[in-house]
């Protein structure tokens, strides 16, 4: 039994809007807190998140807090045979193209938490 989400997204949208998941601008225009909060440096944007898509609804924060937690305790674990305990890009690159993958013809939910976090871990290593 799937879960209720209440409205969110297409189901609570009224109006036309400036973000959209097709644009492929848009991972670099959303962000994700570490708490779960969704986002955005654009005020417009962050604007439609928040009021018109309704992303920071407390179930889908703790949602995405959940799958951050998650992904920060396996980020250690891929690392465990690594002399210096750290993981490596080869490693994080494994592990963000799994998220980026689709499962039986869909993606995983809350998959772009997961994404932007893993690419962040990217960008920090030397």
Avoid at 61 to 75: F, G, H, M, W
Wanted: glycine share 4%.
């Amino acid at each position: 039994m799937k879960a209720s989400w209440g409205q969110h997204c297409d189901t609570l949208k009224k109006a036309a809007i400036v973000i959209s998941p097709l644009k492929p601008t848009c991972e670099q225009l959303v962000k994700f807190d570490p708490g779960g909060n969704v986002y955005s440096d654009d005020a417009s944007i962050e604007t439609e998140l928040k009021n018109i898509l309704g992303l920071n609804r407390q179930h889908l924060v703790d949602e995405r807090a959940r799958l951050l937690d998650r992904i920060k305790d396996t980020i250690p674990k891929t690392a465990k045979n690594n002399p210096d305990s750290k993981p490596k890009k080869a490693e994080l690159t494994t592990m963000l193209k799994e998220w980026q993958a689709l499962k039986s013809g869909e993606f995983e939910p809350f998959c772009q938490v997961a994404i932007a976090y893993i690419h962040k871990k990217i960008a920090r290593l030397p």
